[in-house]
T-cell receptor
Framework: EAGVVQSPRYKIIEKKQPVAFWCNPI?????LYWYRQNLGQGPELLIRYENEEAVDDSQLPKDRFSAERLKGVDSTLKIQPAELGDSAVYLC?????????????FGSGTQLSVL | GQQVMQIPQYQHVQEGEDFTTYCNSS?????IQWYKQRPGGHPVFLIQLVKSGEVKKQKRLTFQFGEAKKNSSLHITATQTTDVGTYFC??????FGAGTRLTVKP
């Protein structure tokens, strides 16, 4: 069974440019998460989807970040415009559901460098 | 939102020594999860604890959930070089702690 797939693996852009990250969760996983992880820190939750509904986006910087999960499967996270401080690894994770089913499977992440 | 705090931030041990990391929450949790992230890798699920006072073991790893369900610990007996990595706890809303980075000297 395929795991969580993310692309691209690496992205280098100049500040003020837009960037998008794509995630394909494990088949059948209803819950999808986007995290940002800075070097030496824990993953910071940006947004959580249950099917196609964003149910927790309290930590998503909405002035420049947006996300969507069309049809409750794949998801895209976008930053526009990117700032130097956005350099980090962006991780996508999925789980069957909440509570006792909330075992997260992570993708390999997208490492973003903003120059 | 709910936050979990982890201590220590770093731990360096000699191979064969024991290691413990602690996770504390200001609020009562319904469950807590532990993850391990190897250098250059992504977090990998280790275990979920649900019941008050619960203790679970995985080979040399022992996980404990406090009676008040506000704290948890991960203990590794006789560390090996394969235990190197950062150990994270995550609370109810899947917000992660800052992690404890473990290094093991052979």
């Amino acid at each position: 069974e395929a795991g969580v797939v993310q692309s691209p693996r690496y992205k280098i852009i100049e500040k003020k440019q837009p960037v998008a990250f794509w995630c394909n969760p494990i088949s059948g996983h209803n819950t999808l998460y986007w995290y940002r992880q800075n070097l030496g820190q824990g993953p910071e939750l940006l947004i959580r989807y249950e099917n196609e509904e964003a149910v927790d986006d309290s930590q998503l910087p909405k002035d420049r970040f947006s996300a969507e999960r069309l049809k409750g499967v794949d998801s895209t996270l976008k930053i526009q415009p990117a700032e130097l401080g956005d350099s980090a690894v962006y991780l996508c994770a999925s789980s069957l559901g909440r509570g006792r089913d909330e075992k997260l499977f992570f993708g390999s992440g997208t490492q973003l460098s903003v120059l | 939102g709910q936050q979990v705090m982890q201590i220590p931030q770093y731990q360096h041990v000699q191979e064969g020594e024991d290691f413990t990391t602690y996770c504390n929450s200001s609020t009562t949790l319904s469950n807590i999860q532990w993850y391990k992230q190897r250098p250059g890798g992504h977090p990998v699920f280790l275990i979920q604890l649900v019941k008050s006072g619960e203790v679970k073991k995985q080979k040399r790893l022992t996980f404990q959930f406090g009676e008040a369900k506000k704290n948890s610990s991960l203990h590794i007996t006789a560390t090996q070089t394969t235990d190197v990595g950062t150990y994270f706890c995550a609370g109810d809303d899947m917000r992660f702690g800052a992690g404890t980075r473990l290094t093991v000297k052979p």
